[in-house]
DNA sequence: AACGTTCTTGTAAACGTTTACAGTCCAGTT
DNA sequence: AACTGGACTGTAAACGTTTACAAGAACGTT
């Protein structure tokens, strides 16, 4: 049935008599002969024959393997996207390769040079800081690389992006339309790509609706985490006394759920609380919390499509989508009628 | 500085004005003269010459990937285990190949076979379930192999457990101690391996405890989820009335403890929850959750740690390790005066 | 001065496929 | 009977490396 040796196109072709071509041909559905094809078929059967991905890999120059980089496994944003993007390109017949870029910038570029090696036959890529040598870098790239985020200036890659403006539009006119003035706000870092993003939108959305900037309502936690989001939040909470906290993350929003309620506020007939990403704990908080969804999942998705076309059809206009945000609106948010 | 073009050896060669092998020499460190050193290393930096990662692994046999196969890539156990094999993985040179296995469970043999086309160097298998196929599969690979969670019968492979019988003493003594007695158990399906291994957990630690066993103390959620766990808990508080509430699963937790308090339970002076698995999300519940932690990324650590051993050292010994679980004790199990 | 060492370099084969090309065979034409 | 064309099959060359082997150079030894 199944052996322990690796058997290869020669082996099958002696045993069944003809030249490795015809085993290519036939184990590839190229015309031959039915006598040919059976002996074949039977002789790989028999001896359990599963052709080489290395072998096939340098000949037609493809390894059907997509690669994709995050900055931190563990979040729960890129995790989702990985599920979705997992999904995708395994049903397009890719493998998925995950590479980890940590924190450190030089992993980014140690990843471009490596794909180089062509070990993949495309990247997706979501920089949560972009150097400018990434940029030079991206540019010089052999390979499909589509960008979920901004692209460095200069480089023409394909990319989906997500509306944060729109987003922090979205929470603050929901908790504003309540009648909420001192809107707080619990960033991440602001050196970061989406830090910074979350933060203009913050600005932008205040400024729309006519509503005053305080600086005291502002603060960066020093990671997008729950535990930087409670030291975030404790200083928020000294420092102001706000009736509305939005958040740049829903780890950062929980952290600011509890800091609150610990603090003997009432989430949210006191203060509601919004978050951002709408990702899965979002909904196990108590109360649960009202995030606005920047589409993780729907850009992961058009990220893969975006580069399993690109692969289709190399010289394809660069294309550019921007996800729409929407907003779920859960307990933390609606004072008296919860829904 | 960088170019567009792919170079190989052969260029880099001319360039240099030497043989092909003499620059294979020069790059992989081997001796050669000075003079020759220098014109490879210039002609090589000059033509951006990376050389190719699918064309070596061809001639040397292997493709420095290894494969990690996990049920669900959104579970926050398998995330952390993830997170934690890739550096493992990846500061040995290796990449990480990543495959969602799902519910379906042809994909795993589809994976095995899959693996014996040599796309990766061995593989991390963590099976939710363990059809009998599965067994006559692993024994067939060709490739080094090591088992997160318990091997099917028959089967000699590299394997790394958890300790659930362990772990569920410690979560039920841990209540018992505090004078509860009435301690229920949320479980997931009973049908998956963590599933059936910590209700015998539950049972044993009952009756060791000399508890009596009741069914109506005891639910399944037809799923590891949030959602299956609010349902599970709802109809637990219908048949019980528990003083303590012990969970498979940490998002089982959350709900069971969401669903106690908002049924106006006061957490943990009318009923205590205990979780498992001690993920990130036990911290950030209110009150944070008692956690059983069963290991999860000391059991990837060494999941990794010995499929590169054994790759290796390919004939070493099949190893058995066993990782003992801990309690970490936070707010939702501790009456009174709160850590 | 001839010889053995040692060090360096080039030639060529191999890894396991895919595929262009040429050859064979056979049927159908003229 | 010779010829054309089609359908199939085999030969051999790639893909880009690594590496066994042999050949050559440089040197010290007798």
Do not use: W
């Not at 998705?301 to 729409?324: G, M, N, W």
Request: net charge negative.
């Amino acid at each position: 049935m199944a052996q322990a040796k690796k058997s290869t196109l020669v082996l099958v072709a002696e045993r069944a008599g003809v030249s490795i071509a015809s085993v290519s041909r036939v184990l590839n559905g190229l015309p031959a002969s039915d006598a040919v094809t059976d002996r074949v078929r039977t002789a790989a059967a028999e001896l359990g024959y599963v052709p080489d991905a290395t072998a096939r890999s340098l000949k037609v120059g493809r390894t059907e393997q997509i690669a994709l980089a995050v900055a931190d496994v563990g979040n729960p944003v890129y995790v989702s996207m990985m599920r979705e993007i997992s999904t995708v390109v395994t049903a397009a017949g890719y493998r998925l390769v995950l590479s980890s870029t940590g924190s450190d910038p030089r992993d980014q570029i140690d990843l471009l040079v490596g794909l180089n090696r062509g070990f993949a036959d495309g990247l997706i890529l979501s920089p949560l800081r972009v150097p400018a040598e990434l940029g030079t870098q991206l540019r010089a790239s052999r390979f499909p690389i589509v960008i979920i985020g901004s692209v460095p200036p200069g480089v023409e890659l394909d990319n989906v992006r997500a509306d944060s403006v729109a987003g922090m539009a979205l929470a603050v006119d929901h908790v504003a339309d309540q009648g909420r003035e001192r809107i707080a706000f619990v960033n991440g870092p602001v050196d970061t790509v989406p830090g910074a993003a979350r933060r203009n939108g913050y600005l932008t959305a205040l400024r729309a609706r006519g509503l005053p900037e305080n600086a005291d309502a502002q603060v960066s936690a020093k990671d997008f985490t729950y535990r930087a989001g409670l030291a975030a939040a404790t200083r928020l909470l000294e420092q102001c006394t706000p009736d509305a906290i939005v958040c740049a993350n829903d780890l950062l929003a929980i952290a600011a759920l509890n800091v609150a309620s610990r603090g003997g506020l009432r989430v949210p007939d006191d203060v509601a609380v919004v978050g951002m990403d709408d990702t899965d704990i979002a909904e196990l908080a108590n109360p649960a919390i009202t995030s606005v969804d920047l589409g993780a999942t729907k850009r992961a998705k058009a990220a893969a499509e975006l580069l399993l076309r690109r692969l289709d059809e190399p010289d394809a206009d660069v294309q550019q989508v921007v996800i729409e945000p929407t907003l779920t609106v859960r307990a933390s948010s609606t004072r008296g009628d919860t829904p």
